[in-house]
């Protein structure tokens, strides 16, 4: 392990401590699901959970799930239910065991804190009947929901995360490029599909991940297919994403054109969501609200004409402006309207209007943006307009 990583994770670590020390618990447990929900623990462990399944059934409690047992004045505990985890795990005490509540048990009382305050982070997606176990396992804690605690800490990126989250991002303009040049008439949408996610395999992204949606198709802001059999056609307007993970660090980038040559109403549409993207970007600075930054897109897409074709706040498609991204991919904050989080220097962001249900098409533009002091910088600097 580099002293840098070490650093990293021990400052990660010590941070998440103080803010639980700072809202009044003595300790933390914190939560991780199979296989989205596994954030909080590879920000502060570089443990992922594996193997998601039924949650409690005979002696298997927990299955799916790991947890830190995290007291504010000592090292952590990582607690796992399936004993194929990391070889570089960022912490030392380790346990396997197939009933989860009861060894995050054991470990709360080595750490002398099953009597105190506790904060749990991952409330939202501890199953229920796990949570009675706990309480079961532990009758005199006081349990209070923490979920922002890591979820904040997370939001603001470190100089070690930017790194890596810059190196996704040229990697996905890099493949954006080739894909540029490959697409054409007469290929499929899994042919696109194939494309992207080999490009992105072999510039060491793991768990690529695509959408290629054309003609009608595109229509949809996502389709719960991503790509299928289609022919692209000549007038087709297509829209594809291109996901994965860099060194766990998620890469979110989407582009959009028309084959062949565009009719003037493709030619407003795609224009008009270059438009959306550019001011909404431009209006990027800290201490703006999320929710302020979706405002900006859909005053232009009203004034060009788009009334129900951008997201739910004007009666369109439920889609929204961007969302944060980090280890996962859609993290908060969410910009759109009822999101008032402030946004912070150091946040990353994915700026993705798009308009859809035309009548000619849909399409969405997508790049990932880094809030700063002065205002933003746009990680990706691969060419937007490809019509």
Not at 90 to 116: F, M, Q, R
Not at 207 to 222: D, I
Request: hydrophobic letters at 35%; charged letters at 25%; aromatic letters at 8%.
């Amino acid at each position: 392990m580099s002293s840098e990583i070490k650093t990293e994770y021990e400052n990660r670590i010590r941070k998440t401590q103080y803010e639980a020390m700072r809202r009044g618990f003595s300790g933390l447990i914190i939560f991780g699901l199979a296989p989205r929900r596994i954030g909080d623990l590879m920000y502060l462990t570089g443990h992922q959970p594996l193997l998601p399944g039924h949650p409690r059934r005979f002696n298997f409690k927990g299955r799916g799930y790991s947890a830190i047992v995290l007291p504010c004045d000592e090292e952590a505990s990582l607690l796992t239910t399936t004993p194929f985890y990391e070889d570089d795990l960022y912490i030392n005490d380790v346990k396997y065991g197939d009933d989860l509540p009861y060894e995050i048990a054991v470990a709360t009382k080595k750490h002398k804190i099953e009597s105190k305050d506790i904060g749990i982070v991952g409330m939202d997606i501890l199953a229920v009947s796990l949570y009675e176990d706990l309480k079961k396992e532990l009758p005199f804690a006081r349990f209070t929901a923490a979920d922002d605690i890591v979820m904040n800490l997370r939001s603001k990126k470190s100089s070690f995360e930017l790194k890596l989250i810059r190196t996704g991002a040229s990697i996905a303009d890099e493949v954006s490029d080739n894909l540029r040049e490959f697409l054409r008439k007469g290929i499929s949408e899994k042919q696109v599909y194939t494309f992207i996610t080999e490009q992105l395999s072999k510039r060491g992204v793991s768990n690529a991940f695509a959408t290629c949606q054309s003609g009608w198709r595109s229509e949809t802001a996502y389709n719960l297919n991503p790509a299928s059999d289609k022919i692209i056609v000549n007038g087709d307007m297509i829209h594809m994403e291109i996901n994965g993970k860099y060194e766990g660090y998620m890469i979110d980038v989407c582009r959009s054109t028309v084959i062949g040559k565009a009719s003037p109403n493709q030619v407003l549409i795609l224009d008009t969501v270059l438009e959306m993207f550019n001011e909404s970007i431009q209006g990027i600075k800290p201490r703006i609200t999320a929710e302020s930054l979706e405002k900006i897109s859909g005053e232009i897409a009203l004034k060009r004409g788009f009334i129900s074709n951008h997201t739910r706040t004007y009666n369109g498609p439920a889609t929204y402006l961007g969302h944060a991204i980090g280890l996962g991919v859609d993290e908060p904050p969410v910009l759109a309207r009822g999101d008032k989080t402030p946004l912070e220097t150091g946040m990353v962001l994915t700026i993705e209007p798009g308009l859809y249900a035309t009548g000619h098409g849909g399409c969405r533009i997508e790049d990932e943006i880094l809030v700063t002091e002065t205002g933003y910088e746009n990680l990706n600097n691969s060419e937007k307009k490809w019509w």
